[in-house]
Structure formats: structure tokens, C-alpha cells
């Protein structure tokens, strides 16, 4: 295996001037640059990027760490993170913690291992591992935790202004009667609820505070709001939804309209009309998040699109400048969300 001193020799340079080309670091005149790149192809010489991590003191590696990693919701967030490290020369590790132990665990090996930087997505993150982390020289960027923490960069979800943007969209398509199945099952112990269940509270007061906001906005009154399981498995919470449709379906209770707090709540709303031999749907029926499954099957399901790879972008561009220039002031940023309509909400349906 080739090494600098080799590709000192071949270039008729000193090793000094190799490490300046390979960090970019120092004038080198261009004829001597290009002696150097050429040697280092011909000879296929690889940087030890451990030893180079050593002497500036950055890993080029940064975590992504998430609440779920069989949550499709978080496959284009990845993505966009993943395709701004790629462009920046650095690395994205995924941990998947979904329990409290597996965040502390991975929290101390990001220490041991020495990483540039974290972002830490549908967490519960304290100020006070912040704090740990950033002592040990690692930045930290927020996606939707579930704390507000002024001190570093965060990107969130607009969930109210989305639940507001639902019941205004329904309301421009003639419902009048519109009930709202909340992500969060207050009524359930901590023994039946599952980890995410038990910490993951802000996304679920936000939407719903933003659908009464809607209801009053539009002078409605807000028909009823039931209990689904948003932050459980995906069978589990698309089962909530199939058991409180069959609910409204069997009480013949007034509702044209349901705002879903997740798409995975809303497909098992669907799903029961479906089971039911109603081809159309007997109400409107709007989901929240953008998952890809809304506009590949039919009946396509309307919901509040959360632009997930932008999100991930915009974090990972936080998280680099911060590692770039660690006394830069924090920036909170809100990602807009749009409606995707499809064929269970839309004018046609009602009008």
C-alpha cells in the first residue's frame, strides 16, 4: 500500500507539500499540484484518515440519530441528510434509539468515537446532554424535540400551522362537520403505551391545537375528537384508526369530515370504509405527514405534506456550519407544509 512518503518521492516533492495538496491547506504551485495528483493516482494512495483525523482534530463523520428507523416517515429525511454530508465530504452514521437506554448508550459512543457532529430527530434531548456533548467538542442540531432548546440550531415541523391548513382545506371543500382522530391515546397506561407513546406529546398537542384554531378560524364548531395511537407501531396506530371509523360508522355519529393526525391513522380509517364494501367514502378523510404510500395506491389518501427531504437538508447544513464555525449563533428554522390532494378529500368529493 502506497503511502505520502511514496508519493513525495514519485512527485519529486517533500511530504509537507503532499499533506498541504491532500488538506488543501497552503500555496502549491499549480505544476507541482498536478505532479502530486498524478502520483497519487498512479500509485492509488489513500489517505489514513484516522491518522488525518488526528491531526485536525474532525472525524468527517456525523450521526443521525431517530426515534424509529421502520417508520417510512424518516426515509427522505435520511436522504436529505445523507446527501448533504456526501456533498460535504462527510459521513452520516443512522442510530435508531427507541428507548431511553439506547440514547444514553449512543450519546457515549458518538464521545468515545469522536464524531464532528449529531442530529437528533423525535427526541426528547435534554439541555443537559447537550451540554455533555458540546463539552466534548460535538454540535448538535434538533429535528422536532420534544424540548424547545434555544442554545443550538433545531428544525421543526409546522404541526400547528398543517392542522390549521387541514380544516381550512376541508372547509373550502364544503364539509361542515369535522372531527379530528389526536395522534395521542390519553386514556391508555403506561403499561399498554409504548416507548414514543410515552415522551412523544408536542406533535399531538400542536396538531390539535391547530385543528380547534382552524375550526375557529372557519366559525365551526370542532364535531368530535377521538384517540388514535400516532406514535406506535404502524400496525398498531393504522388499527386505531380502522377501530374508531368502525365507531363513527356503527354511532351514525353527524361527521362528513376527519382530520387524521398521521396517514398511518388515516389508512386504517380508509382501510374500515373499504371492509365495509363503501367504495366512496362517506366522509372526507385528510392525513398529516406526506408519506409516500398517500399518492401510490387508490384510493389516494389527501393529506398535510411535510417536505421531509428539505428538512433533512436544512439540518445538515445547520449541523456543518456549526462544526465549521463552533461560535456561530444558533438558528431555529420552521419547514412549511402543503396539501397533497387526493381522492378522499378534494371539492369534487362534496360538491
Not at 519529486?12 to 498536478?34: A, F
Not at 386504517?268 to 395506491?297: E, K, S, W
Not at 456549526?322 to 449563533?329: A, G, H, R
Amino acid at each position: 500500500m502506497a503511502t505520502m512518503t511514496d508519493v513525495a518521492k514519485a512527485a519529486k516533492v517533500s511530504v509537507m507539500t503532499v499533506s498541504r495538496v491532500l488538506n488543501n491547506s497552503g500555496y502549491v504551485k499549480k505544476e507541482t499540484r498536478e505532479a502530486i495528483e498524478k502520483a497519487i493516482e498512479e500509485l492509488g494512495y489513500r489517505p489514513n484518515l484516522v491518522a488525518k483525523s488526528l491531526v485536525t482534530g474532525r472525524s468527517r463523520l456525523i450521526a443521525y440519530v431517530l426515534s424509529d428507523i421502520s417508520d417510512p416517515f424518516y426515509g427522505s429525511v435520511c436522504k436529505g441528510v445523507e446527501n448533504v454530508c456526501f456533498a460535504n465530504g462527510y459521513t452520516a452514521l443512522i442510530c435508531n434509539a427507541n428507548t431511553p437506554n439506547s440514547i444514553h448508550t449512543y450519546i457515549d459512543r458518538i464521545i468515545d468515537r469522536k464524531l464532528d457532529g449529531v442530529i437528533f430527530h423525535h427526541m426528547a434531548v435534554t439541555k443537559e446532554q447537550v451540554q455533555i456533548l458540546e463539552e466534548n467538542g460535538i454540535r448538535c442540531v434538533t429535528v422536532d424535540n420534544e424540548i424547545q432548546l434555544d442554545n443550538i440550531s433545531s428544525v421543526d415541523s409546522d404541526d400547528y400551522m398543517g392542522a390549521v391548513k387541514a380544516v381550512r382545506f376541508l372547509k373550502e371543500c364544503g364539509y361542515e362537520n369535522i372531527g379530528c382522530i389526536c395522534g395521542e391515546d390519553n386514556h391508555l397506561d403506561d403499561a399498554r403505551k409504548s416507548y414514543l407513546e410515552k415522551y412523544q406529546h408536542k406533535i399531538w398537542e400542536d396538531r390539535t391545537r391547530g385543528y380547534i384554531k382552524g375550526m375557529k378560524d372557519n366559525k365551526m364548531i370542532p364535531a368530535e375528537i377521538f384517540y388514535g395511537r400516532g406514535s406506535a407501531d404502524m400496525q398498531t396506530s393504522a388499527e386505531s384508526g380502522k377501530k374508531i371509523a368502525l365507531e363513527i360508522m356503527k354511532a351514525g355519529k353527524n361527521i362528513d369530515a376527519l382530520y387524521c393526525q398521521s396517514d398511518i391513522i388515516a389508512s386504517g380509517v380508509v382501510n374500515a370504509f373499504y371492509r365495509q364494501h363503501l367504495l366512496d367514502t362517506p366522509i372526507g378523510i385528510i392525513g398529516h405527514d406526506g408519506l409516500d404510500m398517500c399518492c401510490l395506491f387508490y384510493p389516494r389518501i389527501t393529506t398535510v405534506v411535510q417536505p421531509k427531504y428539505e428538512m433533512g437538508m436544512e439540518a445538515a447544513e445547520l449541523l456543518l456550519k456549526k462544526i465549521t464555525d463552533p461560535d456561530s449563533m444558533p438558528e431555529h428554522k420552521v419547514i412549511e407544509s402543503h396539501i397533497f390532494v387526493g381522492d378522499t378529500a378534494c371539492k369534487c368529493n362534496k360538491n
